[in-house]
């Protein structure tokens, strides 16, 4: 049937974001396959420390050298730099000088979770406990009755580090935060949501024999402490030098009668982090040289020396021109950054905090998000429309399926990322990411194809 005057005009002057896999059926199969490796990262991910370890292996495999200051690196030479073991940078050397700009790919590799208070250990009524203090924005009902794996380093008094892995293989033991059984929680039941468990009742149960010592008092801690010494030849004291956190002990997997998507805990932010990593690995000789960093410490405002409100990626700027004799300032002018982070997923189940028009969906790809922030766009950095025209002409030109989005209604709440960071740094900057369905819960939810068309749209940037 030929088309009326309306539906012609309609196809030439209306927009519409669609369904990767409506439009692009085949597309899985590879989705499929690419998300076994990001499956593989998130476990291999946890947290930070974990996560820039297991990058620096992927990166000496393809290639990477510890970068050195004052060397003349060519086209398509592959550099990174550790920094603490917390955050990781990885840049290949592109055709351009320097001068004329950096492609910057900034994605977090911290994730909300529970760490250990500095004197976590105590007993109650003949069981033994943790202590916690949560990190990053929990809904803190969710962390209770859910398997948990202690991850971190614990520092010697001989300066030796000590690094913890436990309820992550199996025959591991895990450990969990109790809730009240609802025969008992009338009174539970009244408090606020937010309130369901409150911070101080996220004690991480850990123990329940004692040593068999009636003279002794505070066996069942005692019982604890000689576990974890034999284990890992630690004492009391060694705690207040330790960075101990649990997460979901859970692994990734798929979700889904059609394995369409992938459930994990951590995939805000590890989710931008895998695929830029993906993309920075597989550049070869870019137009301009790349510069993907992850960070840590996203979660709780940037802080920190492995955070995005440190001068440690300004040094490394620094650092890297100074081989080319220019200033890093105007290397920074002339450079472009992907803040790669992910955005809220329009939930069918809760709708009303979403304005479905611009709201991101899950399989309509790679979300890109102009401005971020709470009520006014505080916080924000807010991207231009020649920023946004770039990114766009990239993504397009490399045929990559897109959206944009904002994060929810306008009122109801908002949040950050790093872009007002790097954009401080004098870089046009905007937010690019993964749409994500139960964010900063111990299992969150993103699409395959989502994951995937991410990705392509971070090679279209690094091409
Ligand atoms: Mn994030
Ligand atoms: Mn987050």
């Not at 409150?198 to 123990?207: A, M, P, Q």
Request: glycine share 8%.
């Amino acid at each position: 049937m030929a088309k009326t005057e309306g539906q012609k005009l309609q196809e030439k002057l209306c927009y519409q974001m669609k369904n990767i896999g409506m439009e692009r059926p085949e597309e899985m199969e590879k989705a499929q396959s690419f998300c076994e490796g990001y499956k593989t990262f998130l476990d291999n991910a946890k947290i930070e420390r974990e996560a820039v370890r297991y990058t620096k292996k992927l990166a000496e495999d393809a290639g990477y050298t510890p970068f050195s200051r004052g060397k003349r690196y060519k086209t398509g030479e592959k550099v990174y730099y550790d920094n603490r073991g917390k955050n990781i940078i990885l840049t290949t050397f592109g055709k351009k000088p320097l001068l004329e700009g950096l492609h910057f790919n900034i994605a977090h590799i911290d994730s909300p979770r529970l760490d250990l208070k500095p004197n976590p250990l105590y007993e109650k009524e003949e069981i033994s406990f943790f202590k916690t203090h949560y990190y990053g924005g929990i809904k803190k009902y969710q962390w209770g009755v859910t398997p948990l794996a202690l991850h971190g380093r614990i520092m010697l008094k001989n300066g030796e580090a000590v690094d913890l892995n436990l309820g992550e293989n199996p025959g591991d033991p895990v450990f969990v935060v109790s809730d009240l059984l609802p025969h008992l929680s009338q009174e539970q039941n009244q408090r606020k949501l937010s309130e369901g468990l409150k911070g101080e009742e996220l004690n991480v149960i850990l123990g329940s024999t004692p040593i068999p010592d009636k003279e002794v008092k505070e066996v069942f801690k005692l019982k604890v402490l000689s576990i974890l010494n034999e284990k890992y030849g630690i004492v009391e004291e060694d705690f207040l030098r330790a960075e101990l956190t649990f997460v979901p002990a859970q692994h990734a997997v798929d979700v889904g009668l059609d394995c369409s998507m992938v459930g994990s805990y951590g995939q805000d932010d590890k989710v931008c982090a895998y695929t830029a990593l993906m993309a920075e690995l597989e550049a070869k000789k870019p137009e301009y040289t790349t510069v993907t960093v992850l960070v840590d410490k996203e979660e709780i405002g940037s802080e920190g020396v492995s955070g995005m409100a440190s001068d440690m990626l300004l040094h490394y700027v620094e650092d890297l021109v100074e081989a080319e004799g220019v200033r890093a300032r105007d290397v920074l002018r002339n450079s472009m950054c992907l803040s790669a982070d992910v955005n809220a997923a329009f939930d069918p189940t809760f709708p009303d905090v979403f304005e479905k028009a611009n709201a991101s969906f899950m399989n309509k790809g790679p979300v890109l998000t102009k401005y971020t922030g709470s009520r006014g766009k505080s916080g924000s950095n807010d991207a231009s429309a020649e920023t946004m025209y770039k990114v766009i002409k990239y993504m397009e030109d490399d045929d990559v399926m897109w959206q944009i989005g904002e994060l929810g209604k306008v009122d109801l709440g908002g949040g950050g990322t790093i872009a007002k960071f790097i954009a401080d740094m004098d870089v046009d900057t905007v937010d690019l990411g993964v749409a994500v369905l139960s964010m900063h819960a111990p299992f969150e939810i993103t699409s395959k194809l989502d994951v995937y068309y991410t990705y392509k749209a971070f090679k279209a940037f690094n091409k």
